[in-house]
T-cell receptor, first 110, second 112 residues
Framework: DAKTTQPPSMDCAEGRAANLPCNHS???????VYWYRQIHSQGPQYIIH???NNETNEMASLIITEDRKSSTLILPHATLRDTAVYYC???????????FGKGTRLHILP | NAGVTQTPKFQVLKTGQSMTLQCAQD?????MSWYRQDPGMGLRLIHY???????DQGEVPNGYNVSRSTTEDFPLRLLSAAPSQTSVYFC???????????FGDGTRLSIL
């Protein structure tokens, strides 16, 4: 079973920051948080991952709470092309199985 | 680089037929995996491999076989197709199991 809980859907206005939450209250000390997204029917695309420090790359920022029980993916200036299903995954580096949950369907509103 | 290549892109089978979905990657990735995605659902792990000669079961392995004779290829075999196997199948790979995965474009399979 997936170790994360995400809202099934969210809306965000174009040009605003999209903040996607993920709950992972049972996360262990050696487990990383990964985010992927799937645009329409394409294969999922890796976005970002982190352990306990906040991370930023050209696509997004990842904010992990101090107790590591939840995290937020931030798309700073959402565009219509960011409409997708976003998956939050928790896994340890030694894990062979990479299990996806149901994700959050993000709608960007013009 | 071609990345992760899946063939065919579309396939229609009759119940009871067998077939092999091909997956190849040219990035020298050790870790490869197969997922299925039913309409409106997330991805479910079928089988995975941490290297040539090594495979293991995921969440939904029944009705599927895999082999990993080379680093590059990870074919998925449907032994006797059933309508419940109608789905979109995605193959993914990563350099090591701990690295982010690269996904193929998927194979859309319909079983009549």
């Amino acid at each position: 079973d997936a170790k994360t809980t995400q809202p099934p859907s969210m809306d965000c206005a174009e040009g605003r920051a999209a903040n996607l939450p993920c709950n992972h209250s049972t996360i262990s000390g050696n487990e990383y948080v990964y985010w992927y997204r799937q645009i329409h029917s394409q294969g999922p695309q890796y976005i970002i991952h982190g352990l306990k420090n906040n991370e930023t790359n050209e696509m997004a920022s990842l904010i992990i709470t101090e107790d590591r029980k939840s995290s937020t993916l931030i798309l700073p200036h959402a565009t219509l092309r960011d409409t997708a299903v976003y998956y939050c995954i928790v896994r340890a580096n030694r894990d062979d199985k990479i299990i996806f949950g149901k994700g959050t369907r993000l709608h960007i509103l013009p | 680089n071609a990345g992760v290549t899946q063939t065919p892109k579309f396939q229609v089978l009759k119940t009871g037929q067998s077939m092999t979905l091909q997956c190849a990657q040219d990035m020298n990735h050790e870790y490869m995996s197969w997922y299925r995605q039913d309409p409106g659902m997330g991805l479910r792990l079928i089988h995975y491999s941490v290297g040539a000669g090594i495979t293991d079961q995921g969440e939904v392995p029944n009705g599927y076989n895999v082999s990993r004779s080379t680093t590059e290829d990870f074919p998925l075999r449907l032994l006797s197709a059933a309508p419940s196997q109608t789905s979109v199948y995605f193959c993914a790979s990563s350099y090591r199991v701990r690295q982010p995965q690269h996904f193929g474009d998927g194979t859309r399979l319909s079983i009549l």
